[in-house]
């Protein structure tokens, strides 16, 4: 969590007063900012990997070891997402430079896309391995209800959100601007929409079996 400090510290050295700070639905340029503005990301990289420690601590203590190491991994990949993301905006600002002054170089909002989607598949692929709690996981009315409903309900939202991050990298591969975030925004509304009105029928279809 410390290096995203010195990554924004080391690159205020050689950029100019005034940097791109804000870009259009088309990637252009549309707000410049003091270079100190880019001290707010590393504090939010720094206070997401706090939330996530915590979270692990208040499992261990709890005795759910299990989901402690989930718990971590998550903040681990949530933290390296948003590092990177960090280091886009940086390498946009430091690469931009020219003598007309600065220029987008990098598409910021395609690549944020595929970072998400590249979280979303590691979120798909520990989801399975949660067990029931009051913290992590697909957590629904119906899904809460018994260990059997949560773990198919954890399985089918593992494979959907997996699927999901797939498909916002390979889309947002060939989209440029904020249509990229537009699309993986979409995607993930309607995965997340689909995941809870499934633990509703996985429930069902386990009370009938019961019957």
């Known amino acids: 969590m410390v290096l995203p400090f010195i990554i924004v510290m080391t690159s205020i050295i050689f950029l100019p007063d005034q940097i791109p700070m804000h870009y259009n639905f088309g990637g252009e340029i549309d707000r410049y900012g003091s270079k100190y503005e880019l ?21 261990d203590k709890k005795g759910l070891y299990k989901e402690e190491k989930i718990c971590l991994i998550s903040g681990i990949g949530s933290v390296f997402v948003l590092d990177l993301l960090l280091l886009i905006h940086v390498i ?15 598409d910021i909002y395609k690549w944020s ?6 979280l979303l598949c590691v979120v798909g692929c520990v989801l399975p391995m949660v067990r029931r709690n009051f913290i ?9 209800q018994s260990d059997d409903v949560w ?3 954890q399985k089918f939202g593992g ?10 990298i390979i889309s947002c591969t060939f989209l440029e601007g904020a249509f ?4 993986c925004v979409g995607i993930l509304s309607i995965t997340l929409i689909t995941c809870y009105f499934a633990t509703r ?4 279809e386990r009370v009938n079996i019961i019957k």
């Open 39 to 59: 001290l707010i990301l590393p504090i939010l990289c720094f206070a997401a990997g706090l939330i996530f420690y915590f979270s692990a601590r208040y499992t």
């Open 92 to 106: 946009n600002s430091l690469l931009g430079q020219n003598s007309d002054g600065i220029i987008q170089t990098i």
């Open 113 to 118: 896309a595929i970072l998400i989607g590249i």
């Open 136 to 144: 992590l996981g697909l957590r629904t009315k119906w899904s809460m």
């Open 151 to 153: 773990k198919a309900s």
């Open 159 to 168: 494979i959907a959100i997996f699927i999901s991050g797939l498909l916002t």
């Open 180 to 183: 990229s975030i537009l699309v």
């Open 201 to 204: 029928y996985i429930y069902i």
